[in-house]
């Protein structure tokens, strides 16, 4: 096994704003492992409020190399709970790695993961594409630029109702909002019901994500389904969303990887909760890995390369929304400036 790694600075095509704040470019780490002559990719965009950014992986990557080369590798899941256990403050750095395991395991069986694992990709729902936070002027004219049958867009900022009102004018497209934990219980319960008449599908991570008390309230008042996503980060957290949230939405950077993103879908249905999956503004590499996953999920959102001036990898295409498989093994991709 030998390991390699590139960083990129990916452009946005517009700037990105949610709650949080506003981004140009988005850091991210594409790692490669080669293994008897196959190789396997997979990535981890650094997010800031989670602080790991590219730096910090580059430097565990390097710190514990040997280690990750060393690994007699069989079985990516094995895999997974050898690098969680080497490298335990570090999910991001585990997912690039385990992702670019299960890569290399598709390529040396000549399959794409969803065939492997026995999924029928015509169960895989659309993807949503995402209206960041803007003037009303500019959201209008990004939504009018991508026509598309489900949009998430962006909330939890003063103004908010208004921007879906002015939204909704202009197309009949299903919404899905996303407060980013923008919103107080007292907020969130004034703007749910309006949201609703406005033809909204479900709320994303309304409340701050330590907030369960108040998320107990909005789960028991909502007129509106709730997903749960900074308040879901790792396989952990499922169990505590449940009665708190309808849904979870899995961030494979987040949770480290390919691998536990799997148990937490099996978690959530024994739950009986909505399950989705989300991108972190992956270049194609990120995103291939999730439309394997995709036939297991109710929503998806993987629009990360569509909001990208530029991207590294060839192999994740969409027909309005409907996610086209290629024919290659493994995730599905060709690298393309690796």
């Not at 490298?87 to 969803?114: E, S, T, Y």
């Not at 962006?154 to 909002?177: C, E, N, Q, S, Y």
Request: some cysteine.
């Amino acid at each position: 096994m030998k390991i390699s790694y590139k960083q990129f600075n990916l452009p946005f095509t517009h700037p990105f704003t949610i709650s949080k704040g506003t981004k140009t470019h988005q850091p991210t780490l594409v790692v490669e492992l080669e293994y008897f002559g196959h190789k396997g990719y997979g990535e981890a965009p650094a997010i800031s409020y989670y602080n790991i950014p590219v730096e910090k992986m580059i430097e565990d990557l390097e710190r514990k190399k040997q280690f990750i080369e060393k690994f007699a590798f069989s079985d990516p899941e094995r895999y997974w709970h050898y690098l969680h256990h080497l490298l335990p403050a570090n999910p991001f750095l585990v997912c690039a790695i385990d992702m670019a395991g299960w890569d290399l395991f598709g390529k040396m069986k000549r399959r794409q993961l969803h065939e492997l694992w026995g999924l029928d990709i015509a169960k895989s729902p659309v993807t949503d594409f995402t209206i960041g936070i803007d003037t009303i002027e500019k959201m209008v004219a990004k939504m009018q630029e991508k026509p598309w049958p489900v949009y998430k867009i962006k909330v939890g900022v003063p103004g908010d109702i208004d921007m879906v009102t002015a939204l909704r004018k202009h197309t009949d497209a299903v919404f899905r909002v996303d407060a980013n934990a923008g919103w107080t219980l007292e907020q969130a319960l004034e703007k749910i019901p309006v949201l609703k008449e406005l033809g909204v599908e479900f709320v994303e991570q309304p409340l701050a994500k330590d907030n369960w008390e108040g998320m107990k309230v909005l789960y028991e008042k909502s007129p509106l389904p709730l997903i749960a996503d900074e308040s879901c980060v790792s396989e952990h957290d499922v169990e505590k969303c449940h009665l708190h949230f309808h849904g979870i939405n899995i961030k494979l950077t987040k949770c480290s990887g390919i691998t536990p993103a799997k148990r937490m879908i099996t978690k959530a249905r024994q739950l009986n909760m909505k399950v989705m999956i989300g991108c972190m503004n992956e270049s194609s590499v990120g995103t291939a890995a999730i439309a394997q996953l995709a036939p297991l999920l109710d929503y998806v959102d993987m629009d990360g390369p569509l909001l990208l001036a530029e991207d590294i990898a060839t192999g994740v295409n969409f027909d309005y929304g409907k996610i086209i498989y290629t024919d290659k093994p493994g995730i599905g991709i060709d690298i393309t400036a690796f």
